[in-house]
């Protein structure tokens, strides 16, 4: 059952980023002060991609090994994605799309990269590496 959550999170979580870009950016939540406000949503591209990158490898690691191939297939995905949601945010009125927003989305993928394929090859953060072998020693077992 936890192999299918996982399985199926990423294209929830996708569903939800193209919901959230149909609505302008204080339709969920506006912070009394405007800066701030427009600080933090701004930084949530590089988090909001980074676990898109995040919940993609998650799920491969429910069926098969994650290699280097495979794990830059799943950066594309990732920033291609981000893509996606800017040219559909360019569409969106009170919605803007720029370049700016394109580079945080690759950059918070990259960095969820680095740390969890890091992990995976026991090459930095053994306590992440430690859930992620759990993980795929789960896809082995009949539940």
């Known amino acids: 059952m936890i192999k ?4 199926v999170l990423p294209i929830i979580y996708m569903i939800a980023i193209w919901m959230m870009s149909s609505h302008s950016s ?6 009394p002060d405007s800066e701030w406000d427009g600080y933090i ?9 980074g676990l898109l990158y995040l919940f993609l490898a998650l799920a491969l ?39 700016i927003d394109l580079v945080k989305d690759a950059i918070g993928v990259l960095v969820a990269s680095w740390i969890l394929y890091g ?11 430690k859930l992620l072998r759990k993980l795929e020693n789960g896809r082995n077992e009949t539940v």
């Open 4 to 7: 299918w959550l996982f399985r």
């Open 26 to 31: 204080d339709a969920i939540i506006e912070l």
């Open 41 to 49: 949503k701004e930084s949530l591209h590089l988090v909001e991609f």
């Open 61 to 99: 690691l429910t069926m098969r090994e994650l290699n280097g191939g495979i794990n830059m297939i799943l950066i594309l995905i990732s920033c291609l994605y981000g893509l996606t949601d800017e040219i559909h945010q360019s569409f969106v009125p009170y919605r803007t799309a720029t370049v």
């Open 119 to 129: 992990a995976y090859q026991e090459k930095r953060f053994p306590r992440i590496c």
